[in-house]
């Protein structure tokens, strides 16, 4: 940690034409305080009473601004070149091994063709750039289109473009499933009394613009051209159930900014009506980066949602956390944050949603970009949390049996 510091601390400001991302440090006791600091920028991880996190410029001087006296510290962290408009959009060196968005067509593509009878292509939507929101269903019910009597459930993936491994998980999850069809009888039976989505890029704009030129670029939301000239919207924030009541910005240059108004944004937009279009959704599990946790509602509020259905959650969730060894908790438990789509999907249509936050566990062990090494071991460690819900799809309800 310190030697990190010191390391950060040698880095210069220069007056480039370009522009830094900024690791900060602000003081914190209480939920309270993080759900402050959470109206401003989106917190990566909670020590004890600290919270860190890496933010864009704009942001950097609204918590200068606005809480000043709790920012301990704050380092140029790293420096964002512009690209030229024709840079190719491929991970930079060494991480060549994530999923580009052509590369998940591609697998999307060759999945549906080896395996024409488990498999069809689905396309929710579009993005605001054009790219169809591509994605794969699988099922071996003899008539997966009677989906209301079929139970569903659907994985989605990179709502927010830095988070490549929240791609790798659920596009691997499909190759899993499929080629351990004829192999593992438990699969066997899964694959034919279910129907699974898997959704792998939700936000392909957002993260194709973060490796343009392969460079990372830290980029978190859409490609949103906002009314301030700014670019993006949260995602992860722009969902209807309880939005902008706290944890997201009305200000477009934030990057937890809500968008004009709920569902603005096609990609979030598609993922709603992709989800009202399949009733037999049960479950829902979004990926993230990174954290290393297993969060349920509600995110908008400290209450939990109570009753029988507080019990189902939190069962799943430590139940999950065996095999992965992540921390479950309710999604507000460290701070608040509204307009998410779990509070959507539980909130309005029922379905039982878990946000995970992948690995690394810290800043300090990668953040947001762990490198291609961590690929294999973040899969193989939630390969049963995925095998487990798809089973649990059947009867969320049963885990109170047990
Ligand atoms: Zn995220």
Redesign the pocket.
């Known amino acids: 940690m310190k030697i990190l510091l010191m390391a950060l601390a040698l880095f210069s400001t220069s007056t480039f034409a370009a522009t830094w991302t900024h690791w900060v440090h602000l003081k914190a006791k209480d939920n309270k305080t993080r759900t402050q600091i959470a109206n401003y920028i989106h917190i990566d991880q909670v020590i004890d009473d600290s919270v860190y996190a890496v933010v864009n410029e704009h942001d950097l001087k609204e918590l200068q601004k606005n809480l000043g006296t709790i920012l301990v510290e704050h380092h140029p962290y790293k420096e964002i070149l512009p690209t030229a408009d024709n840079a190719e959009f491929e991970f930079p060196r060494g991480d060549e091994k994530f999923h580009t968005y052509q590369e998940i067509v591609t697998e999307i593509k060759n999945l549906t063709r080896k395996y024409p009878n488990l498999t069809e292509e689905l396309t929710i939507g579009n993005s605001l750039e054009g790219r169809s929101l591509i994605g794969i269903k699988i099922s071996g019910a003899s008539n997966p289109d009677g989906k209301y009597f079929i139970p569903g459930i659907a994985f989605l993936g990179a709502?927010?473009a830095r988070?490549h491994l929240s791609v790798e998980v659920p596009i691997m999850l499909a190759s899993y499933l499929l080629e351990n069809y004829s192999k593992d009888p438990r699969i066997k039976t899964l694959i034919d009394t279910r129907v699974i989505y898997i959704v792998p890029m939700v936000n392909p704009d957002g993260a194709m613009y973060d490796i343009k030129g392969k460079k990372y670029k830290s980029w978190r939301k859409n490609r949103a051209a906002n009314r301030n000239g700014s670019s993006g919207v949260d995602l992860?924030r722009n969902y209807s159930f309880g939005w902008g009541t706290g944890g997201s910005s009305t200000n477009p240059r934030s990057d937890v900014y809500m968008g004009p108004k709920p569902f603005s944004e096609p990609e979030s937009l598609s993922v709603k009506q992709f989800v009202e279009s399949n009733p037999n959704i049960r479950i829902l599990l979004s990926y993230?980066?990174f954290s290393e946790l297993i969060l349920y509602p509600w995110g908008g509020k400290s209450d939990g949602v109570g009753g029988k259905d507080q019990k189902v959650f939190e069962n799943m969730a430590q139940t999950m956390s065996k095999w992965n060894r992540y921390k479950p908790m309710q999604a507000s438990g460290l701070y608040i944050a509204s307009g998410d789509t779990c509070d959507w999907a539980y909130g309005s249509q029922n379905i039982f949603c878990f946000t995970f936050e992948l690995s690394p566990k810290s800043m300090w062990s990668g953040g947001f970009y762990p490198g291609a090494k961590v690929i294999d071991k973040t899969f193989n460690a939630n390969i049963n949390p995925a095998l487990y819900l798809i089973e649990k799809a059947g009867n969320p309800y049963g885990v109170l049996n047990n």
């Open positions: 709502h927010h988070e992860n993230h980066t």
